[in-house]
């Protein structure tokens, strides 16, 4: 819809909520709405004819300009995450979208900037980031908050806990709140993997072993039960044990006791027993591949943790985690997240869950060194798919826009001017005005 010739543009301007100011092509301020002096602090008499960089200290300023590289490629720039700095020094995050001025011909003699104040969009994060974590935890879903409710009288109790879920989605995490939540918490918390080692070192670290057992036991090992004395193992990828250990693991679970490798004497078992499994173990157990007796002695107190996908509000405060985080590790000032950004996470299904995220988060910070995580910061299979050329906005007068898509049209169905007068829904008479006012404008 056009907008009416007979507005006093500088009212509505003034009226809007959203700071809006215009340079020329020398990047000198020719206008500075209300809001615009409310967001910077700077009066727009100050602002008026001095470059824009000297009045927005903006984290683009210094050499990834938006409105250079709109009027440089011609298009638009919205929703981009940046801050500005005050001349009170404070450090204000905005959202700015960008875009070419053009006259009557269609040249471009300035650009225009519209920013919006996110300063209260980032303190309530700041403020659910703080509120929401348990026990290094991060999450305020209702799926999270149900757990939450029921660990602390879960880690109080003894019993045997199975931990179910998809891969990453923070199992060891959960074993560790439950042992710090309990009565062991100044014992040890031992983790082990039982899908990462093969049979036989599987049981002699499970278990240990006794000098002679094999060749290369020339003294006594303690095995990670015996280590774990006092506090809890954590037996993570339990569905991958083998057989044979399964018995050994339910001979722990029923009688508190074990041989080492070697050994004839049982050893008395004090850990508690934490296991975790991403696979089916009601499935395993029908197909024969884990014992039905291991498996109600290890489904005492289960917990199925929910993947990230059920349980997107604990996207934002993840990543803002992740951010605080390799922040911290990496020695860098990144500010957050673009809008853009926070908008392609909330739709991705995360199949790898929180894992995946904080992979993603290390990956834009090895691109982002300060500022704000943009889109070209992402993962490729993340960003989204760039326009094809005919899909792009073309750009010129309105009649020039008109020639350039008859042109196209005819090109398309190869010269024939009735088929390309169905296709544009017009009349012969109107093509062959419009073909005539193409070829003067040539």
């Known amino acids: 819809m056009p907008f009416p010739k007979d507005l006093p543009l500088e009212d509505v301007f003034s009226s809007i909520a959203d ?3 215009t340079v020329d092509a020398d990047w000198n301020i020719t206008y500075f709405n209300e809001a615009a002096e409310r967001i910077t602090g700077v009066p727009a008499a100050e602002a008026m004819g001095n470059k824009c960089w000297d009045v927005l200290h903006s984290s683009l300023c210094d050499g990834d300009c938006a409105l250079e590289s709109c009027l440089a490629h011609g298009g638009r720039i919205t929703n981009k995450s940046i801050f500005i700095i005050r001349p009170d020094g404070e450090k204000r995050p905005v959202s700015i979208s960008a875009a070419p001025l053009r006259n009557a011909e269609g040249e471009v003699i300035g650009g225009v900037e519209t920013f919006r104040d996110l300063t209260e969009i ?34 109080r109790s003894e019993s045997t806990v199975l931990l179910l879920g998809e891969s990453g989605t923070g199992k060891e995490l959960f074993a560790q709140a439950i042992h710090q ?21 599987l049981e002699s670290e499970l278990f240990g072993y006794k000098a002679g057992a094999f060749t290369d036991a020339r003294r006594d090992k303690p095995g990670r039960f015996e280590t774990a004395r006092g506090g809890t193992i954590f037996l993570d990828e339990v569905g991958d044990m083998p057989g044979k250990l399964q018995v ?3 001979r722990v679970l029923q009688e508190k006791t074990f041989e080492p490798l070697g050994g004839v004497t049982p050893v008395s078992s004090d850990a508690r027993v934490i296991a975790a499994t991403n696979r089916d173990l009601d499935l395993l157990v029908k197909e024969g591949g884990f014992r039905q007796d291991l498996f109600y002695r290890l489904n005492v107190v289960t917990l199925r943790l929910p993947p990230l996908r059920e349980r997107r509000a604990d996207i934002p405060l993840l990543a803002d985690h992740f951010v605080k985080h390799f922040n911290a590790v990496q020695g860098k000032n990144v500010e957050g997240l673009s809008e853009d950004v926070m908008s392609i996470l909330m739709r991705h299904e995360f199949p790898g869950n929180v894992r995946e995220l ?7 910070f090895i691109l982002c060194s300060s500022g704000f995580i943009q889109v070209e910061h992402l993962p490729e299979h993340l960003r989204p798919e760039e326009k094809t050329p005919s899909g792009t906005m073309p750009m010129g007068t309105l009649e020039e826009i008109k020639c350039m898509a008859v042109k196209a049209a005819l090109e398309r169905n190869g010269g024939k001017r009735m088929v390309t007068c169905r296709e544009l829904d017009i009349s012969k008479d109107t093509l062959r005005r419009m073909l005539a006012r193409c070829d003067n404008a040539d």
């Open 181 to 201: 939540l309990s009565g062991r918490k100044e014992g040890p918390f031992v983790p082990v993997n039982c899908g990462a080692l093969p049979e036989t070192l």
């Open 122 to 155: 980032h303190a309530i994060r700041r403020e659910m980031r703080e509120s929401y974590s348990f026990e290094s935890i991060v999450g305020k879903s209702e799926a999270l908050d149900r757990i939450f409710g029921i660990l602390p009288q879960i880690a």
């Open 358 to 364: 904080e992979n993603i988060m290390e990956f834009a």
């Open 248 to 250: 050994k693991l339910l």
């Open 19 to 21: 700071g809006l100011f």
